[in-house]
């Protein structure tokens, strides 16, 4: 199975964020049979040698709406958050963007996998036989690991989908345009994170316009740390708080949200974090 993730040139630069791709290329290497392949948007960048020296097929494909994006995101976002929030958006918008890549560079696979880059690959996957809707992804209901509450309603985190490329490349032109949109007469689901623009949350679009179409996928594909121990674990997700943090991670030096987010989910599972960086 064809296995994408998405960046851009400037998170390229990062060295945070090169630290995690190569984990997660040298993980799918060595421990799945998956085919490695990047969706990037920018130019010419030494790094791209080191993917491509590890058997990453690097796709060049620039985001549709990225002026639009950039347009919005300087108008409205506070100045000492650019540009970093903008090219982190790049990025993330891109993984919408997978099925029309896919038919654009002629594959005809039926089914790929996309992952954030944030995530570490502990054995081979076992997906033939599932055949999602649009996409699969993991969800939980108010309670769950994720950090989103949203009453009862279903809410998937989207960092690791399994995609149906026929079906959500017919999807593609209405999405970007809902994405555009994105104004105050979207329905959406109660909750204050909900209501956040679109152009802010490729998580939030996919929830939202995907609503009612997205296929669970099991916890073992994408799995908290916080979660504890647990062997059958296949992917492992660092949303939020990254394993590249961890040795010099100070709480007390986090943003108030951070700081919330470590004292709910990684404060009373220091052991499990730890194991899975330790990986």
């Known amino acids: 199975m064809k296995w994408f ?13 090169f630290r995690q791709l190569q984990v997660a290329v040298l993980s799918a290497r060595r421990n799945t049979s998956l085919e490695p392949y990047l969706i990037y948007d920018g130019g010419e960048h030494q790094r791209l040698s080191w993917l491509q020296g590890h058997g990453v097929q690097v796709l060049r494909y620039r985001l549709p709406y990225r002026d639009q994006l950039r347009e919005f995101m ?16 790049i990025g993330a918008h891109l993984k919408t963007e997978v099925p029309a890549a896919v038919k654009q560079y002629g594959f005809r696979d039926k089914f790929v996998l996309y992952t954030d880059c944030d995530i570490v690959f502990l054995r081979d996957l076992s997906l033939e036989g599932v055949a999602p ?7 939980m209901r108010q309670g769950g690991w994720t950090r989103f509450r949203i009453g009862g309603w279903m809410h998937f985190n989207t960092g690791i989908l399994l995609m149906n490329v026929n079906k959500m490349h017919d999807e593609t032109r209405l999405f970007r345009e809902f994405v555009l949109a994105n104004g105050a007469g979207v329905d959406r689901p109660p909750g204050e994170f909900m209501q956040k623009n679109l152009f802010l949350s ?6 939202v316009f995907y609503r009612g179409r997205i296929d669970q996928l099991g916890a073992y594909y994408n799995w908290h740390p916080a979660r504890g121990v647990d062997s059958s674990v296949r992917v492992v997700h660092f949303s939020g708080i990254k394993w590249t943090e961890w040795d010099d991670l100070d709480p007390e030096t986090l943003s108030e949200s951070r700081k919330q987010q470590f004292r709910r989910l990684i404060g009373p599972n220091r052991t499990a974090f730890s194991y ?3 990986r």
Do not use: I, M, W
């Open 74 to 89: 300087y108008a409205t976002c506070a100045p000492q958050l650019l540009p970093k929030l903008f090219h982190v958006r």
């Open 5 to 17: 993730t998405t960046t851009n040139e400037e998170s390229l630069s990062s060295d945070n964020f």
């Open 202 to 207: 490729d998580q939030v679009a996919v929830n």
């Open 133 to 139: 809707r649009y996409l699969a992804a993991h969800g």
């Open 276 to 278: 899975y960086v330790e």
